[in-house]
């Protein structure tokens, strides 16, 4: 069973960076395809970054370049760098495991309980 957790989040001002961790147990990171998704009241789960076991990352349009994913799979984490924040970016931020490098919700089996993010304009 993996096990996930969120955390760094917390209340920014618009143009403020935030890096977000997600501490995984149960199983070696590095035999996981892991994903970041945000939620905003709402709405549905939106896809924000994900990173392959041997590193390789995929990131929807909307973030490119102001998001990066990236792993430590001797520390069993995973981050989410955000730039350059804005208030449209205030979301509750999930983090995920599953068995393919997609953008789908539906691709993940194992989800965090989420971190909040709120940006102040």
């Known amino acids: 069973q993996v096990h996930l957790v969120e955390s760094g989040g917390g209340l920014v001002q618009a143009g403020a960076s935030l890096r977000l961790s997600c501490a995984v147990s149960g199983h070696p990171l590095s035999d996981l395809i892991m994903g970041w998704f945000r939620q905003s009241p709402g709405k549905g789960r939106a896809f924000l970054a994900s990173i392959s076991r041997k590193g390789g990352t995929y990131y929807p349009y909307s973030v490119k370049g102001r998001f990066t994913i990236s792993k430590d799979n001797a520390k069993n984490t995973v981050y989410l760098q955000m730039n350059s924040l804005k208030p449209e970016d205030t979301a509750v931020y999930y983090c995920?495991?599953?068995?393919?490098?997609?953008?789908?919700?539906?691709?993940?089996?194992?989800w965090g309980q989420g971190t909040q993010v709120t940006v102040s304009s």
């Open positions: 995920a495991a599953g068995g393919s490098n997609s953008p789908s919700e539906s691709d993940y089996s194992y």
